[in-house]
């Protein structure tokens, strides 16, 4: 079996080695055992499943709450050519949609986004198959003590329950010992195998930079940023901003090129900006936390954060898509004083306000609604709360069995104890989330080893490092020579010279090639 | 370019019709009313031109052209242009918007667009050997006119590359440098990745809007040549192959026309359009006019496609029911109706 699994990776994704976990992980999965896999960012995680998926026969089911993420996935997995992969999610338009549902056997995985699993219909279809394994990635999302608490992970229990018992595998970058056992208890399987590896990550070397405001932030990256020409990922909260500082950077750093990359933009244009810098056309990225989740690039060299991050689980996720390729990278922060009103004004549009909140339920017992659509097309149609809010309300109103499967059971009664219920769940909610950026402020405030600081809250243990540890501990950015991009070629010639460079047709290098094949 | 337009429409429509008839030409809507504008304000060119714009977007460049003086004020929804505008209009070179002609190619323009950048990445990869990228279009049907084309016997990326190069040379010598740039700019091939919308017009310092219509107008004029002569510009002509469909045809039949593109089966398409099957046939019917390169074959065994044409060179009335007595019962009507339309060559693009 080893040699088979090991044949396979090369085989399958053209590696000749497994990652640190990776084997282990995929060993106990095509055992039959269910198997809770915490791996840093960028070690191939997805390996993990794709494997035993693609050696299965059968299918895989693989849970993922990111759009982005599943459609990248299946996009790099028909790129090396295994092709009977889908992602089943609301971009999917109606036809296509009913068309792959008709022919599900065919694939042998699945990608499928947890709204989606709760689509009865869906539900009826995936019953039917041969499920070999069911995957839930970002597992953390199942507890509300994990940073991307989704309320509608909690239903995967009862899903998995009508499915013909497959092994689970649980995976996640991030999860807190708590955040672990939370897995394990609301999927109800104590026995799950854990594999927990550390997610420190050596090459990446930590620093904050106190500034003062955004003109000392712009003299600060101008400065830095000049002296080396390596793929850098800079992170904004705020697209505006990304745009702003965008425009400054290109005006400022000659050669460089530079763009920027939010949810607002385009698919396809977002699909151009993520290749150019996949390929190293472009230097300097700045960007939403929209980028970067299915980037499989292995030499991001410096990941600046603009803006004050949210919680430490999402910073450290973040910058592990910093040097993949194991080459010493950086991880910047910049951080004034009065950055910490914006994570905090990111809650509020996270959870919906206690007073509209209230307004809600009030229209509930006047409006007379039948079906929880009716609700729906309300709450959209009058902006009443965002998606994710009403997510979060959607779910506790479910919990409340005020809104059930194809009725709706309003009283007085029910919607003044949830009035009351609600109101103290999202002071909670709240409550934890500022206590989240505490945690990250005092690893921004703190005066020792920050690699120490960062991961104790994840893990016992890290790893020492002796050079670039942290701006605390002494690091010379001075000492630091990453090798540099190449000027992209073929940007100076006039468009007939582009033109024949572009469609391959340089004479010479032509009669090489065909020389030489 | 796209101040100059709406300036050229404003003028052509006076006070006539209200500034959001102009929005409806550019976007291309379908309806009567709309096309009875274009029509009777001579506003054929700019049809359909600008599909993705928004309303906002438009309404924000008409409250500009009001700031500059160019127009009046907007707020009731007619504007004429002031001595100024008038000014602007006449002034500017028109030859660049003269190249645009909606009417003709804002069916053809969107596919075309999409199959052209395909073709280029998959063809520069090929030809390197190079079997593992992903594709920068993600239209399905583009995807997979890129797959018959590339099975097709006697396709070589090589070839492709080298004539595509000559015909671009050659059409965009009458075209300005500038635009030229622009529009090599937007290309992806292995050496690089094609500039983004937003990324040409920081590049070019022109608007987003600006980029969209010089690219849209390299386009059209690329359509024109090889409307001209097929013969001359082969490889661009076959990158369109398909695509000259009719404009006659109706919403939608065309809608059904996309999705028989894409490879689904009547049934499929009757179901999910919530559609009886005889009205998806009639859209066949009405597609069979206009575009014979569809693959017929599962409607229609070869065999039947031969008896039928037969049977109706033999009938001499040319009446359906006449058709009909000359075949075996198990030939229906539809199939009859197919084929005529079939062999029907004068709407021919
Ligand atoms: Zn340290």
């Known amino acids: 079996m080893k040699q088979t699994i090991e044949y396979q990776l090369e085989n399958i994704f053209g590696h000749t080695s497994f990652k640190l976990g990776q084997k282990e992980i995929i060993e106990d999965v095509i055992n039959g055992k269910d198997v809770l896999g915490i791996l840093p960012t960028g070690s191939g995680k997805s390996v993990c499943f794709q494997l035993p998926g693609l050696i299965f026969g059968g299918t895989t089911i693989i849970v993922s709450p990111l759009l982005s993420l599943m459609v990248d996935q299946v996009k790099q997995l028909k790129a090396s050519g295994i092709k009977d992969v889908v992602a089943i999610n609301s971009m999917l338009d109606p036809v296509k949609r009913a068309q792959v549902l008709e022919n599900l056997y065919k694939y042998r995985l699945i990608y499928i986004s947890p709204e989606m699993l709760q689509n009865e219909f869906i539900l009826k279809r995936l019953i039917k198959l041969n499920i070999k394994l069911f995957v839930i990635d970002e597992a953390h999302c199942i507890s509300q003590w994990g940073h991307e608490f989704r309320p509608d992970y909690l239903k995967i229990k009862d899903i998995i329950n009508q499915l013909d018992q497959p092994p689970v595998l649980a995976l996640s970058a991030t999860a807190t010992e708590e955040v672990q056992n939370d897995i394990l208890a609301i999927l109800d399987r104590p026995n799950m195998k854990k594999h927990i590896y550390p997610i420190d990550r050596k090459n990446i070397s930590l620093v904050v930079e106190d500034l003062p405001d955004r003109k000392a932030k712009i003299d600060y990256l101008i400065a830095l940023l000049k002296q080396r020409k390596i793929p850098t990922m800079i992170y904004f909260s705020s697209r505006k901003e990304a745009e702003q500082i965008t425009l400054i950077l290109r005006e400022q750093l000659d050669n460089f090129s530079i763009a920027y990359y939010h949810g607002g933009l385009e698919q396809d244009e977002r699909l151009l900006i993520q290749q150019q810098f996949m390929k190293n056309q472009l230097d300097i990225i700045c960007c939403t936390s929209a980028f970067g989740m299915g980037i499989n690039k292995s030499d991001i060299r410096l990941i600046i954060h603009y803006h004050l991050p949210t919680q430490l689980e999402s910073f450290i996720q973040e910058i592990g898509r910093a040097g993949r390729d194991g080459e010493q990278c950086i991880s910047i922060v910049l951080y004034s004083k009065n950055d910490v009103q914006i994570p905090r004004n990111l809650f509020h549009s996270e959870l919906p306000s206690t007073d509209i909140t209230s307004g809600f339920i009030n229209s509930l017992e006047n409006l007379q609604f039948n079906t929880t659509n009716e609700i729906e097309k309300y709450v959209y149609d009058f902006q009443i709360f965002n998606e994710t809010q009403w997510r979060f309300i959607r779910y506790h109103l479910e919990d409340f069995l005020i809104i059930q499967k194809d009725k709706l059971d309003i009283s007085s009664e029910k919607l003044v104890q949830f009035d009351r219920f609600i109101k103290v769940k999202i002071e909670e909610r709240l409550k934890y989330k500022h206590h989240k950026l505490n945690d990250l402020i005092e690893w921004v405030d703190h005066s020792r080893c920050r690699r120490e600081k960062l991961y104790q809250h994840f893990q016992s243990n890290y790893s020492q490092v002796e050079e670039f540890c942290c701006d605390n501990c002494g690091l010379a950015l001075e000492e630091w020579h990453p090798k540099e991009n190449n000027k992209f070629d073929g940007t100076s010639l006039g468009w007939k010279e582009r033109l024949r460079w572009v469609l391959l047709q340089e004479k010479n290098n032509e009669s090489n090639a065909e020389r030489n094949h | ?349």
């Open chain 2, 1 to 349: 370019m796209f101040q100059l337009i709406l300036l050229s429409c404003f003028a052509k429509i006076k006070q006539d019709r209200s500034i959001s008839s102009v929005y409806h030409i550019l976007k291309g809507k379908k309806s009567a009313q709309t096309i009875q504008d274009m029509r009777l304000y001579d506003l054929g060119s700019y049809f359909g031109i600008y599909k993705s714009l928004n309303r906002a977007e438009f309404d924000e460049e008409v409250r500009y052209l009001n700031k500059v003086g160019a127009i009046s004020n907007p707020t009731d929804n007619f504007v004429y242009l002031t001595n100024k505008g008038k000014d602007i209009l006449n002034s500017k070179n028109q030859l660049d918007i003269d190249i645009l002609n909606g009417q003709a190619f804002e069916h053809i323009a969107p596919l075309f667009e999409k199959r052209f950048m395909l073709a280029i990445q998959v063809a520069s990869h090929l030809r390197l050997n190079k079997l593992s990228f992903i594709p920068i279009v993600e239209d399905e049907t583009a995807q997979k006119w890129i797959k018959e084309m590339m099975i097709s016997k006697g396709f070589s990326a090589n070839l492709f590359l080298s004539h595509l190069y000559d015909e671009l040379l050659e059409i965009g010598e009458s075209l300005s440098n500038y635009w030229m740039e622009i529009f090599v700019d937007r290309i992806t091939s292995d050496k690089q990745v094609g500039q983004s919308i937003q990324q040409l017009s920081i590049n070019y310092n022109k608007s987003n809007h600006d980029i969209h219509l010089i690219l849209t107008a390299v386009f059209h004029y690329i359509f024109t040549k090889i409307e001209k002569d097929k013969y001359q510009y082969k490889l661009l002509a076959y990158i369109s192959d398909g695509l000259w469909i009719d404009n006659s045809l109706t919403i939608s039949a065309r809608k059904t026309y996309e999705y028989v593109q894409q490879g689904y089966t009547i049934e499929t398409i009757a179901k999910q359009r919530n559609l009886k099957a005889n009205t998806i046939y009639d859209h066949l019917i009405e597609i069979a006019y206009v575009d014979k390169t569809i693959k017929w074959q599962t409607l229609l065994p070869d065999a039947n496609y031969f008896k039928i044409l037969e049977a109706i060179k033999k009938s001499n009335t040319g009446k359906l029911k006449d058709i009909k007595q000359l075949l075996p019962e198990s030939i229906s009507y539809f199939q009859i109706r197919l084929v005529i339309a079939l062999n029907n060559e004068k709407m021919m693009g």
